[in-house]
Nanobody, 120 residues
Framework: QLQLVESGGGLVQPGGSLTLSCAAS????????IGWFRQAPGREREGLSC????????YYAGAVKVRFTISRDNAKNTVYLQMNSLKPEDTAVYYC?????????????WGKGTLVTVSS
């Protein structure tokens, strides 16, 4: 059974950093596009970044391009999102998703999310 599990969320102070992990099971990431999304209370889901695990090519939304870094470890079947200089407005549930073809809002497979709270 194909499954994505996010981890690494938590409470962090403004200006701090977190690294989120997205571990895949039931399939290998090699031929998939993996994306990170987030949804804050009362807001629509927002796409943040994607990586094509076969060649490492990446995409970033403008709002996070300087502060967030996506990476993958194919040996561990895991994709990461390094988040720096976190702001209170980064507070949201963060989801990873996988798709066999491209990065888009309706990715084929989704994890259940991990909560990130940025607060002093």
């Amino acid at each position: 059974q194909l499954q994505l599990v996010e981890s690494g969320g938590g409470l962090v102070q403004p200006g701090g950093s977190l690294t989120l992990s997205c571990a895949a099971s039931g399939f290998t990431l090699d031929n998939y596009v993996i994306g990170w999304f987030r949804q804050a209370p009362g807001r629509e889901r927002e796409g943040l970044s994607c990586i094509r695990t076969s060649d490492g090519s990446t995409y970033y939304a403008g709002a996070v391009k300087v502060r967030f870094t996506i990476s993958r470890d194919n040996a561990k079947n895991t994709v990461y999102l390094q988040m720096n200089s976190l702001k209170p407005e980064d507070t949201a549930v963060y989801y990873c998703a996988a798709d066999p073809t491209s990065c888009h809002r309706a990715m084929a497979y989704w994890g259940k999310g991990t909560l990130v709270t940025v607060s002093s």
